[in-house]
């Protein structure tokens, strides 16, 4: 594999973390890292370092990636009839989000589906399906291809807080975990079973009993042995409250175990609050 300069977002609200790496075949170093807020009323304010760059780390990225917030993608969870053609399920799944997004056409919005478990007796998969606007995937695309980047992967927070925690701490993917997403009014939940994902929630006011509860109901059916939390608004307040509650080891992962950051010249200004840039550094490296 060439060299490449590939940079990851992640929105919360209005404000934005970018990280950016160099990914070689003899490892992955941090060039940069920072965040920073809405400063204008451009749909992709997010995007405007990088669509005009003033600091040249910036003007060499080929790749870019974007994580969403609950406020520019919707997730939904229910049942489906694994019983059903392939076009009855698709009208299933458009049936469901009409339900919940206003004024919806199946046109207009680009649809991931996450099966999270699967009951044969039932003939019943529980899905996950995370749905954007096309308008808003094609608007970044075209924006980045101006310049001659690449719209790498656009996904949820909680998705790439997920590939980040897997890259970071390897360990993890032969367990049953807990990963926990935090922002200043949601937060997001999944149980993560050898690598894959087989239970999710999420929900706003992201106080530590809250979660602690939902991570119980989450659990009847398969106990964890770790939390893992990330987020912007993690704190060690937060994660030893939730360890006296449940009783599970929980810790605020750092996503750059695994890379190199001694020549990034902005990475002693987050030392302490690597936690904060977990999403972003996970769609960055998205599955590498």
């Known amino acids: 594999m060439s060299k490449e300069i590939v940079a990851g977002i992640s929105i919360e609200n209005d404000r934005a973390a970018v990280v950016i790496f160099k990914v070689k075949e003899k490892g992955t170093k941090l060039l940069h890292i920072e965040e920073f807020a809405k400063t204008n009323t451009d749909e992709l304010w997010y995007l405007e370092k990088i669509l005009h760059p003033v600091n040249r780390i ?11 917030d609950s406020a520019s993608a919707f997730l939904h969870l229910f049942p489906l009839d694994v019983t059903l053609s ?26 991931d589906l996450h099966i ?12 996950l399906v995370v749905s954007a606007k096309r308008s808003v995937i094609f ?69 530590a009993e809250v979660i602690a509860r939902r991570l119980q109901e989450m659990t009847n059916e398969s106990s964890i042995t770790e939390i893992y939390c990330c987020g912007p608004a993690g704190s060690v307040e937060f994660i030893e409250t939730l360890k006296s509650i449940t009783g599970i080891d929980t810790l605020l992962f750092n996503p750059f175990q695994k890379v190199k950051t001694s ?8 030392v302490g609050l690597e936690h904060r840039f977990a999403v972003s550094a996970g769609v960055a490296l998205w599955r590498r």
């Not at 009855?88 to 009409?98: P, R, T, V, Y």
């Not at 999270?116 to 899905?127: C, N, P, V």
């Open 116 to 127: 999270l478990k699967t009951h044969a007796r039932e003939q019943i998969d529980e899905i």
């Open 263 to 270: 020549r990034c010249k902005t990475y002693a200004k987050i």
């Open 58 to 68: 910036f003007k060499n990225i080929t790749k870019v990636s974007v994580a969403f």
């Open 139 to 207: 608007n970044i695309q075209e924006s980045l291809s101006t310049k001659g980047i690449e719209l790498h992967i656009a996904d949820t927070n909680y998705f790439g807080a997920e590939c980040s925690l897997l890259n970071a701490i390897p360990e993890t993917k032969g367990k049953t975990i807990g990963l926990v997403h935090l922002t200043s009014n949601s937060y997001d939940v999944g149980i993560i079973s050898n690598a894959r994902l087989i239970q999710y929630n999420f929900g706003i006011a992201p106080s």
């Open 86 to 111: 392939q076009s009855e399920q698709n009208e299933h799944i458009h049936w469901e989000l009409s339900n919940f997004i206003k004024d919806y056409n199946a046109k207009d919005y680009i649809n």
